[in-house]
């Protein structure tokens, strides 16, 4: 399985984006999937997931309230609706899909497919 990022841009402070993660293959029951972010200076930070079964969802607690995930089993693909964009939302956005493992929150570095980042930019 390969995953497919899009919809990142250049948008102005309060303004929304909506990134897709299309994955090639199909997206077991036992998976989850989500985003980091990635900003320069900064180490990695995880922003939002969601089980594929459930539909269970966490978040960051810099973007709750903000951007909402979703998916849709049928098309194997998640959504992030990024709403009340900040400068400091900006950075690569790269998105994975890895077996879900209930003890650990987030999504784990190096685990499962990830796929290519992309760029979003919020300007002031």
């Known amino acids: 399985v390969q995953l497919q990022a899009s919809g990142g841009g250049l948008v102005q402070t309060g303004g929304s984006l909506r990134l897709s993660c299309a994955a090639s293959g199909r997206i077991l029951p036992n998976y989850v999937m989500g985003w980091v972010r990635q900003t320069p200076g900064k180490k990695r930070e995880f922003v939002a997931r969601i089980t594929w079964n459930a539909g269970l969802t966490s978040y960051t607690e810099s973007v709750k309230g903000r951007f909402t995930i979703s998916r849709d089993n049928a ?3 998640a ?6 964009l ?3 939302d900006t950075g690569v956005y790269l998105c994975a899909a890895q077996i879900l493992d209930g003890l650990v929150p987030g999504l784990r570095p190096n685990v499962g497919v990830w796929g290519q980042g992309t760029l979003v930019t919020v300007s002031s």
């Not at 959504?79 to 009340?84: D, H, I, V």
Request: glycine content about 0%; aromatic content about 8%; proline content about 8%.
């Open 79 to 84: 959504y992030l609706q990024m709403n009340n």
């Open 86 to 88: 900040k400068p400091e």
């Open 75 to 77: 098309k194997n693909t």
